[in-house]
């Protein structure tokens, strides 16, 4: 069942396994570091494009205190290139991790560890007596997530997570970049109709 991944950004896994999925930790990881080396460090990567002043220093600018421009635009071609080959094939790379770990977690999953200890519990909670007039919380039972689950939900996380970091990125991109596309979903489809006929 491992599915080797597309070679779109070097901070990917290079095949990915139900192991590497239900490694929460790892998976948890490499979002991070994704997530870090690209979208939180948006402004930094974008400053880096700007070419510095032809002219040179000029002293006299600093001769009167004036508002700073918030921020500079970055040349279209640049920031072109910096879309098409570090935002989108990152951001590709993790919306691949992340549907192939959401495939894993609707699959059934016979290696799970846990399998005969949660039998063993739901047994047990079946021979239970309840008398909730002696102890009112007897009749609570709170049976054992499969792993399965726990990777769904931690997913659906991941999946609202990067909803909110590419929204955050897009905009400051769409601000010094002067991007047309109205929203990151947008652009990120523009940018793979090309990738998806290759």
Not at 95 to 118: F, G, I, K, N
Not at 121 to 126: A, F, G, L, P, T
Request: glycine share 2%.
């Amino acid at each position: 069942m491992a599915q080797p991944l597309p070679p779109p950004s070097s901070s990917s896994p290079a095949t990915l396994t139900p192991q590497f999925c239900f490694s929460t930790t790892a998976l948890r990881d490499f979002l991070r570091i994704s997530r870090s080396s690209v979208d939180d460090t948006i402004t930094q990567h974008l400053n880096a494009l700007v070419t510095p002043a032809r002219a040179g220093f000029d002293p006299s600018s600093t001769s009167q205190r004036g508002a700073r421009p918030l921020s500079r635009q970055v040349d279209a071609r640049s920031c072109q290139t910096f879309k098409d080959n570090v935002l989108f094939p990152s951001w590709q790379a993790r919306s691949h991790v992340l549907s192939y770990c959401a495939l894993v977690a609707t699959s059934p999953d016979p290696d799970d560890p846990e399998t005969a200890l949660r039998e063993a519990e739901n047994e047990k909670n079946r021979e239970r007596v309840v008398n909730e007039r002696l102890d009112p919380y007897s009749g609570r039972y709170f049976p054992r997530e499969p792993r399965t689950q726990q990777l769904a939900s931690l997913i659906r996380q991941e999946r609202s997570v990067e909803n909110i970091v590419r929204a955050k990125t897009w905009r400051i991109v769409r601000e010094r970049c002067g991007e047309t596309a109205t929203t990151w979903e947008e652009a990120l489809g523009t940018w793979r109709k090309p990738q998806d006929t290759a």
